[in-house]
């Protein structure tokens, strides 16, 4: 079975400063990876994706994650935090041949001023 | 570009009423799901399908029915709508497995429907 696991389920920082989001899946097969952020009343939309081609995925708005096998961990990073940022995140896993999304519980990250 | 489309926006309905939620993409995808958002729990897949002419249960079925019409349309139906049905519903596309295994597939989401049950 896959699932996906993120760590906190709300995360506060101040503009500025490094965001860490966390994310730990299982899965018995090499997965595809995803970050996806839901704004206010907003859809999803994708950040980032990890497709086993490079372990550093770079993702739009300074978003990056770093995909470590070892740790079965797939956490969003950014150097410094915009009050845009704050936002919904989302840890998503899929097989490729399934064709399913598996969504984490979400993250909510909050960015003082 | 649309991308992915649903209707409405935004539904109260009474306890026992029926519904269906509209969704269309114009990006060609075999795939397409439902799924609901309540708080705390992420997105739960409610039904999807692989391609046209299938349709399969996901993690919360009951309750609900879906109708792949076309390529392009993906219904979801509510035929005796519950309290425990209040949430937010996103529709999504991918272009799916079929298109020869191709990892990395992201999905594509509407902007949601806000439903609620009373």
């Known amino acids: 079975a896959q699932s996906v696991t993120q760590l906190d389920s709300h995360v506060s920082v101040s503009e500025g400063t490094p965001v860490l989001l966390r994310c730990n899946y299982s899965s018995s097969y090499s997965p595809s990876l995803f970050w996806y952020v839901q704004h206010p009343n907003k859809g999803l939309q994708l950040l980032l994706k990890y497709t086993s081609a490079a372990t550093l995925v770079k993702g739009i708005n300074g978003f990056e994650a770093e995909f470590k096998k070892s740790e079965t961990s797939f956490h969003l990073t950014k150097p410094s935090a915009h009050m845009s940022d704050a936002a919904e995140y989302f840890c998503v896993v899929t097989l490729p041949w399934r064709g399913k999304l598996i969504f984490g519980q979400g993250t909510t990250l909050q960015v003082k001023p | 570009n649309a991308g992915v489309t649903q209707t409405p926006k935004f539904q109260v309905l009474k306890t026992g009423q029926s519904m269906t939620l509209q969704c269309a993409q114009d990006?060609?995808?075999?795939?397409m799901y439902w799924y609901r958002q309540d708080p705390g729990m992420g997105l739960r897949l409610i039904y999807y399908s692989a391609s046209e002419g299938t349709t399969d249960k996901g993690e919360v079925p009951n309750g609900y029915n879906v109708s792949r019409l076309n390529k392009r349309e993906f219904s979801l139906r509510l035929e005796s709508a519950a309290p425990s049905q209040t949430s937010v519903y996103f529709c999504?596309?991918?272009?799916?497995?079929?298109?020869?295994?191709?990892?990395?597939?992201?999905?594509?989401f509407g902007q949601g429907t806000r439903l609620t049950v009373v």
């Open positions: 990006m060609n995808h075999n795939s």
């Open positions: 999504a596309s991918s272009e799916g497995p079929l298109q020869g295994a191709r990892i990395g597939t992201e999905a594509f």
